[in-house]
């Protein structure tokens, strides 16, 4: 059995997957599909979400209406849990991080790019080591989010999984296909800045 039905969850799973259907939204935080579906369902009458098809694909995705109620229900969670100011200092460590992130996976894509050949060329140790201190600082940030905002579990150990399947094949540290490490990192990128109601 999963959680109480939740409109925050719900939007903000749309929200971090950008694009996706009912199933993957209602996996995103352990809700029941039927409940999310309901949800979205509401979400669409009142102008929050919208469910179109794109690439032979249907899915929801959020209004502009709809990223500001996420916005207004996360704030409303913020300040319930106190949690500001541990989620501010999380943000802050969590940039310093990712200007290495960022660039390693430029780095990456470049050099598979110009060698025509793909991620079978395979990582360099230095660029690997980015991506394990990478893994390894969100372990300790999610642990200080957690104590606040228990819904920001999860991102350390899929990154650990991530991690562990790019030794054997690279393309789970860029993918957009897969949970790759970019993916997770980007998504922990937007639910810290949507937690604290920042745009990019």
Not at 13 to 32: E, H, I, K, S, Y
Not at 114 to 127: L, M, R, S, W, Y
Not at 176 to 194: G, K, N, Y
Request: hydrophobic share 45%.
């Amino acid at each position: 059995m999963g959680p109480r039905p939740s409109m925050l969850l719900t939007l903000h799973a749309v929200r971090l997957l950008g694009f996706t259907d009912t199933a993957p939204a209602a996996r995103r935080f352990g809700q029941q599909p039927d409940d999310v579906e309901r949800l979205l369902i509401e979400a669409g009458a009142q102008g929050w979400a919208v469910r179109s098809s794109f690439a032979g694909t249907r899915g929801w995705s959020l209004t502009m209406a709809g990223r500001t109620e996420n916005e207004r229900l996360l704030t409303e969670e913020l300040e319930n849990a106190g949690g500001f100011a541990v989620v501010t200092g999380v943000l802050a460590d969590f940039a310093r991080v990712n200007a290495h992130v960022v660039a390693a996976c430029s780095k990456l894509q470049l050099e598979w790019l110009a060698a025509g050949q793909g991620p079978d060329t395979g990582v360099d140790q230095a660029t690997h080591q980015t991506f394990a201190q990478a893994m390894a600082a969100s372990q300790e940030l999610e642990t200080r989010l957690t104590t606040v905002l228990a819904r920001f579990s999860g991102y350390a150990e899929r990154l650990q999984y991530a991690l562990e399947k790019a030794a054997l094949d690279p393309a789970w540290l860029t993918a957009t296909d897969v949970d790759s490490f970019h993916r997770i990192w980007f998504e922990l990128h937007e639910d810290l800045i949507a937690t604290l109601s920042i745009r990019r």
